[in-house]
Structure formats: C-alpha cells, structure tokens
T-cell receptor, first 112, second 112 residues
C-alpha cells in the first residue's frame, strides 16, 4: 500500500504570494492532518479534515486554510506569505479515530 | 506552542549502548506515540501506546505509557548507527477528531 504523498517536495516563494500544497493520504484513510515544522517551534498542528469537513484547527492565523476532497485528498493554502512561514509542511493520515498518524515526506517551503 | 517537555534534547552515545528518553506533560493524554524523523523525511511511527501503564516493544525499542497518563518513556537497547535521527513523542487527547501535540525532539547521535 502506498504511503502518504505530498507535492511539491520543495517550493520557493516570495513575500506576499500565496501557495497551495497537496496531500494524498494512504488509501482508505479518511482523516488528513497538516502540521508545520520549524526549528524554533517544532511540530505544530495546523488542522484536520475528515469526510471533507474541518474537524480540528490549531492556533494559526486565517491566512492558513485547507480543504479535503471526496477522495480524501487534501490541500492547504497559505495566502500573503511571510518570511516566518518558511517551514516543512507535513501531511499525515490515519485510518481510525485513535491510533497513530502516518506522515508524508513533507513540502519544504522557503519564503524569500 | 508545545506542551510536551521532552528530554534529553540531544544524546551522543557509543554504539551498543542503551538509550532512554522521556516526555512529560501538564495535560492528560489518551494515546502516546513515538516517532523517528530522518533528515529530509517525515516522522515515522515507531510505537503507539493506548492504555495507562502499557509497556510495548518493537524490536530493540520499548516504550511505556505512564500511569498518570502525563508521561511516556522510550528505551532503545544496543544502539546501532542507523538509530541516528530525531525522536519525537506525541500525545493525542482523542477528543472529537485528531490533534497531536509533539515534544521538542531528542537528537540521537551514535558513534560507531
């Protein structure tokens, strides 16, 4: 069974631009979560989607948004990029309500 | 910000030695997870713990879910060079939906 895939793997943007990242969960997994990883703040939860609905949201500004499609694939969008948005963005999927999440390789976003 | 205190932040050990790391929290979690992250990759799930007091092994790795549900421990026996990486603990409150809280990570370095 294929793992979680994320595209693109690397991205360079400039301040003020917007970006869309894509995630395909493991087949059969309906829950998709997004995390931001930075050296200073570590791994922080952004939001979780289940059956196309946002079920949980972390403490990030409204510039960070996401959605989930009927095939469970998910996208996250960051508008009006800031330098501090440079990070590794990780997507994770899980099969059940409890149990561990399985992470993709991440998208490395650099904002110049 | 992070709510899990993970220790130690880094370890430099000799091949063959045993390793111990732990996470403590001010909050109760219903699930504890341990992940390993290699450079340029997403975290990989090592062990999942679901019950207070539970002790679970995965090869040379053993993890325990603390009785108070506010802490967890990971031990690695007879370390080998490929154990190098960053180990993260994560707690899941399993409330409606999913939202993992991560520790700051333990960077493990193994000297052959």
């Amino acid at each position: 069974k294929a793992g979680v895939t994320q595209t693109p793997r690397y991205l360079i943007k400039t301040r003020g631009q917007q970006v869309t990242l894509s995630c395909s969960p493991i087949s059969g997994h309906r829950s998709v979560s997004w995390y931001q990883q930075t050296p200073g703040q570590g791994l922080q939860f952004l939001f979780e989607y289940f059956s196309e609905t946002q079920r949980n949201k972390g403490n990030f500004p409204g510039r960070f948004s996401g959605r989930q499609f009927s095939n469970s694939r998910s996208e996250m969008n960051v508008s009006t990029l800031e330098l501090g948005d440079s990070a590794l963005y990780l997507c994770a999927s899980r099969l059940r309500t409890s149990g561990g999440e399985f992470f993709g390789p991440g998208t490395r976003l650099t904002v110049l | 910000g992070q709510q899990l205190n993970q220790n130690p932040q880094s370890m430099f050990i000799q091949e063959g030695e045993d390793v111990s790391m732990n996470c403590t929290s001010s909050s109760i979690f219903n699930t504890w997870l341990w992940y390993k992250q290699d450079p340029g990759e997403g975290p990989v799930l090592l062990i999942a713990l679901y019950k207070a007091g539970e002790l679970t092994s995965n090869g040379r790795l053993t993890a325990q879910f603390g009785i108070t549900r506010k802490d967890s421990f990971l031990n690695i026996s007879a370390s080998i060079p490929s154990d190098v990486g960053i180990y993260f603990c994560a707690g899941d409150s399993n409330n409606a939906g999913n939202m993992l809280t991560f520790g700051g990570g333990t960077r493990l370095m193994v000297k052959p």
